[in-house]
């Protein structure tokens, strides 16, 4: 096994400027009294933050080579809480991937945790919840096809989709999304992506005052559905 040091107590800033306790997430402080243990399956290299049978585990990194995965839930009956950050950081997917199922017990992921996967098509997030999603979590995946954001997502960090050359035809956004188009939407919009919103919701009022503002940029295409 490898250790590395656990991590305590963070705060850090979102893009969106909020200062965010990352409870279930690897900690970035260090406390030198204590240290995690890293496991590995054939498919799966773990973290283990936390006391035993009362912690969460961190999906470091996929060893397997199946195009097709469902990222695990839990491992040895503990939660799988975060997506990437190895002690090596290295990012935790290859460009093997072409499908991805993102567990609900999933509450966030590293910086760019996707944007190797450039044969990545298809990304469906299983909960409602919302993800800490890192930057760049996407960037690059240009083969991506199909992305189904949870359902009480509010916030996207910057440049989460991909951007010029994407595949991404089009995005249902969740309805109380209230991210920065500018950061988070343009540069998908530009390069093609079309933007689905519920009519009367929160994400809709989103990219209509965008559109309405004086940015000197491309208005973001969207369509509005009941």
């Known amino acids: 096994a ?8 963070p705060r850090r800033k979102s893009h969106q400027g909020k200062s965010l306790r ?34 969460v585990y961190v999906l470091a990194k996929y060893n397997g080579t199946d195009e ?16 990437g950050d190895s002690p090596s ?29 450039t044969s990545l098509e298809s ?28 359902k009480n997502q509010e916030y996207l960090p910057r440049s989460f989709l991909p951007g010029p050359g994407t595949q991404l035809k089009t995005l249902r956004l969740p309805d109380g999304l209230k991210s920065d188009p500018n950061i988070t939407l343009y540069e998908a919009g530009k390069a093609g992506t079309v933007f689905i919103v519920r009519r009367g919701s929160v994400a809709e009022k989103t990219l209509a005052d965008y559109n309405a503002g004086d940015w000197g940029t491309t208005p973001i295409k969207y369509t509005v559905t009941d």
């Not at 490898?2 to 107590?9: A, P, Y």
């Not at 097709?68 to 997506?83: H, Q």
């Open 89 to 117: 950081g290295d990012l935790p997917f290859g460009d093997n991937i072409k499908g991805v199922i993102i567990p609900a017990s999933c509450k966030g992921t590293m910086w760019g945790a996707f944007s190797a996967c």
């Open 68 to 83: 097709y995965i469902r990222i695990p839930s839990e491992y040895k009956g503990e939660p799988v809480t975060f997506i």
């Open 123 to 150: 990304a469906v997030c299983a909960g409602d919840d919302p993800i800490e999603f890192g930057l760049f979590c996407f960037a690059g995946c240009n083969a991506l096809k199909r992305l189904v954001l949870p």
């Open 22 to 55: 990352r409870k279930n997430f690897p900690r970035r402080n260090i406390r030198e009294s204590s240290f995690p243990n890293t496991s590995k399956t054939p498919d799966y290299t773990y973290i283990h933050y936390g006391e035993e049978g009362n912690g």
């Open 2 to 9: 490898v250790s590395c040091r656990v991590l305590r107590n």
